[in-house]
């Protein structure tokens, strides 16, 4: 009844591990993802992190010290990722989510990981090589934030940089840029063969969608994702439905979902014809895959020991 359904991991495990870190990456490997979804910003020195968060998340992120002695830029947290060098940034300890409310679910289930540090891009694609994880696709989400250009890179120079560390790592052809900032994914358009128009609600207007406006497309979301160029689109799960389902397969362009966590939803996302997936728990969902009798992804062997 269904073609293959890929199971991402969004941003590696997050339900699991430390979100975007290399044990975090690693583990969504072990446990065996078709795709590792993670975020990229640039720092202050035009070095490519992983971050979800334009500004210095308190939940993720702990200040430990100075990167220089009387350093004026510290405390880190709460700071713009592109006000601090990397050496700033690589003092922050991203391995212990600090639970700020009561329905942070993620802080109960999330195994800490004390003095993990922020990744560079380079290093992650260091570590896809070192395990040899041949056949897992890359999804790299670039975080801009257009109604906030003070925190975002250049688009054009930020989606250049990006295809620029993959090329060197010799892993653009499996590779996907994904983004809200659909200037990005313009940006791209020749740079990189698979994009990903993401989007939800608040994201539903020109600045976010390089200036269309859906209601020329009838709110065709698929339709206007398809006019920038993209070649998957990636909705928010509240947003799917019966019409935008058959928009995108009108266009023949793929649905990959965010953020699915409940196996019964996603079981019906499937039935609707999304062709992925994207959970924080890649356990559960191998669960599901094995119940629908889908085809799994293979686990990647780990290495030994992955320093953070």
Do not use: C
């Amino acid at each position: 009844m269904h073609g293959y359904v890929e199971l991402h991991g969004h941003r590696g495990a997050r339900g699991l591990r430390p979100e975007n870190t290399l044990p975090g990456l690693a583990f969504a490997l072990e446990l065996g993802v078709d795709a590792l979804e993670f975020d990229v910003a640039m720092s202050a020195d035009g070095q490519l992190v992983l971050t979800h968060d334009l500004l210095v998340s308190p939940v993720t992120s702990a200040d430990t010290g100075m990167a220089t002695p009387d350093d004026e830029m510290f405390p880190y947290v709460g700071k713009p990722i592109n006000s601090l060098t990397l050496a700033q940034l690589r003092t922050l300890d991203v391995g212990v989510r600090l639970p700020q409310r009561p329905d942070d679910v993620f802080a109960l289930t999330q195994v800490p990981l004390p003095d993990t540090r922020m990744p560079t891009l380079g290093a992650v694609l260091g570590l896809i090589g070192a395990l040899g994880a041949d056949k897992v696709r890359l999804n790299v989400e670039l975080k801009s934030n257009p109604t906030r250009p003070d925190l975002s890179a250049d688009p054009v120079e930020f989606a250049e940089t990006v295809v620029k560390e993959l090329d060197k790592h010799d892993k653009l052809s499996r590779a996907s840029m994904l983004s809200f900032d659909w200037r990005i994914l313009k940006a791209a358009e020749h740079l990189i063969d698979q994009r990903y128009a993401l989007i939800e609600r608040v994201t539903m207007s020109p600045e976010w969608m390089n200036g269309l406006d859906l209601a020329d497309f009838d709110g065709d979301i698929p339709a206007a994702a398809a006019e920038v160029g993209a070649t998957t689109l990636s909705p928010d799960r509240v947003l799917v439905d019966e019409s935008l389902m058959a928009g995108a397969s009108l266009r023949g362009m793929p649905v990959a979902v965010w953020t699915v966590n409940d196996p019964e939803e996603a079981s019906h996302l499937i039935d609707m014809g999304a062709s992925a997936i994207v959970t924080d728990y890649p356990d559960r969902m191998r669960l599901l895959w094995k119940a629908r009798n889908l085809p799994l992804p293979e686990p990647v062997r780990p290495l030994r020991h992955v320093d953070a």
